[in-house]
């Protein structure tokens, strides 16, 4: 079994317990539900960097990243520093992540904030929606088509932004659909784990100029920005560059204007 395996059959028993304690109805009464989305595909559009800065913990290859900092210091570093939006992990066994750290960086900033969780089931739509996320995420490798179609569906009817993750030309040609906003290339092979910018050049050219394209993972110098600028990417999802130093915002507002 990969990790990619083993982390969905967690997440199932993770959401079936949440799903018990916390009903649809709770959710949907928070006062963040009625709150109005901010688009980050149309800040993409719009931006000359493209910088999507993540919060990340630890991760299932790197272990401990930063355990030290706080998402509120993180997120407001990060919108200072210019992003188009912030990526917040809320995985807690892989990732040392909670959907509380989206309450907390949504209380902070104004920016889009995706939810970067490994969502199989409705109900992390609509909490992701309940606790201030603009985006969700939702990853081809471990969805149906149907899936992808009833979930992206669902996240559009409630102003949610949805960016697609693709690992191969496989996985696009199951997922291209008109409720996705944004398709993001993972340049990780989940099952080795090795990066590669090839997989993002490969891809741009599969995928239909309708979305905007974001490369994703292995993106840790301008060099390798500049390097996928040409394949028409809009956006750059970085984590581990800035969590691991001691001031993400800081080193995020050091890459951006090297950047411009």
């Known amino acids: 079994m990969d990790i990619l395996e083993r982390i969905v059959i967690d997440k199932r028993k993770e959401v079936d317990i949440k799903k018990s304690l916390i009903p649809v ?4 009464s928070s006062v963040l539900f009625s709150r109005k989305t901010v688009s980050l595909a149309n ?13 990340k913990r630890r991760s299932p290859s790197k272990s401990i990243i930063n355990h030290t900092l706080n998402v509120q210091d993180v997120a407001t570093g990060y919108e200072n520093a210019g992003v ?8 807690g066994k892989y990732f040392g992540g909670s959907i509380d750290d989206l309450l907390i960086a ?27 996320a603009d985006v969700i995420l939702l990853i081809a490798a471990i969805l149906t088509r ?10 559009k009817s ?27 290339v993972n340049n990780r092979n989940l099952k080795t ?32 920005i500049k390097e996928l600028r040409p394949y028409n990417y809009k956006g750059f999802l970085i984590g581990e560059n800035f969590m691991k130093t001691d001031n993400p915002g800081e080193s995020a507002t050091t890459f951006i204007n090297s950047l411009k």
């Open 25 to 28: 109805s709770q959710l949907e």
């Open 43 to 55: 800040a993409l559009k719009n931006s000359t960097t493209g910088i999507i800065a993540e919060h």
């Open 84 to 91: 188009c939006g912030m990526s917040v992990l809320t995985d």
């Open 106 to 132: 949504r209380a902070a900033v104004r920016m889009p904030l995706l939810r970067k969780e490994f969502i199989i089931d409705e109900y992390q739509i609509l909490e992701a929606k309940a606790h201030g």
């Open 146 to 155: 149907k899936e992808i179609k009833t979930f992206s569906e669902l996240a």
């Open 158 to 184: 409630l102003n949610l932004d949805v960016l697609l993750e693709i690992h191969n030309e496989e996985e696009l040609h199951k997922s291209v659909m008109p409720s996705l906003d944004m398709l993001g």
């Open 193 to 224: 784990f090795e990066v590669s910018l090839e997989t993002s050049k490969t891809l741009s050219e599969i995928i239909p100029d309708d979305f905007v394209k974001v490369s994703e993972s292995g993106i840790s110098s301008i060099e390798a």
